[in-house]
């Protein structure tokens, strides 16, 4: 069956310390992934994408990777504020002939000051 | 920075009552979407539109739902006769092509 599976509903870390969140998924084959932020009661938020062909990608303080042989992806926070706690969703974008996202669930993450 | 607008922002219909969520996506943006969220789970696709046609849909999306874009400027979202289980809150996304998914801050669907 296909899924996609992060690897922690939550994830506790201290202020300052790099967060790493992890995108698992079976049976699917991504044009490309992406990562969003979502707060309490807001829609996703982009923050990177990453096509099948790339094996990192970066924006300031985050970083992703993509492992089409492992079929996982990482999501890097370096440097974790209190502003960065959200929930982090993993999506991935199927060749479909048309066009067909599919979310994660998400991880919590919680950086304490 | 361009929005997606979507309205309202919470919508309380009587079972078995027809719904319509509205979305005003950025505009020269040529792909459309609509996604649900049921309180505490994911965000689950439901619909994507491009060139005033369907591209994709989910076993979700069943002959209760619809969409349209009456005007070249809004994308509708339509549930025929709604059920307790459509509760939850309703995304609409955009994107240009090649580039990331744009999403609105949703609708809050309440079915009593």
């Known amino acids: 069956s296909q899924k996609i599976e992060q690897n922690s509903e939550a994830l506790n870390i201290q202020e300052g310390k790099t967060a790493t969140l992890t995108c698992n998924y079976t049976?699917?084959?991504?044009?490309?992934l992406q990562w969003y932020r979502q707060d309490p009661g807001r829609g996703p938020v982009f923050l990177l994408l990453?096509?099948?062909?790339?094996k990192e990608k970066r924006k300031e303080r985050l970083k992703v990777t993509f492992d089409t042989t492992l079929k996982q992806s990482l999501f890097h926070i370096t440097a974790s504020q209190p502003a960065d706690s959200a929930t982090y969703l993993c999506?991935?974008?199927?060749?479909?002939?048309?066009?067909?996202?599919?979310f994660g669930a998400g991880t919590r993450l919680f950086v304490k000051a | 920075e361009p929005e997606v607008t979507q309205t309202p922002s919470h919508q309380v219909t009587q079972m078995g009552q027809e719904v319509i969520l509205r979305c005003v996506p950025i505009?020269?943006?040529?792909?459309f979407y609509w996604y649900r969220q049921i309180l505490g789970q994911k965000v689950e696709f439901l619909v994507s539109?491009?060139?005033?046609?369907?591209?994709?849909k989910s076993e979700i999306f069943d002959d209760q739902f619809s969409v349209e874009r009456p005007d070249g400027s809004n994308f509708t979202l339509k549930i025929r006769s709604t059920k307790l289980e459509d509760s939850a809150m309703y995304f609409c996304?955009?994107?240009?092509?090649?580039?990331?998914?744009?999403f609105g801050d949703g609708t809050r669907l309440s079915i009593l």
């Open positions: 999506a991935l974008d199927l060749r479909t002939g048309g066009f067909k996202t599919i």
């Open positions: 049976n699917y084959s991504p044009a490309y």
């Open positions: 990453i096509r099948e062909n790339e």
């Open positions: 505009s020269n943006h040529l792909y």
């Open positions: 539109f491009y060139n005033n046609e369907i591209s994709e």
């Open positions: 996304a955009c994107r240009s092509p090649g580039q990331p998914q744009h």
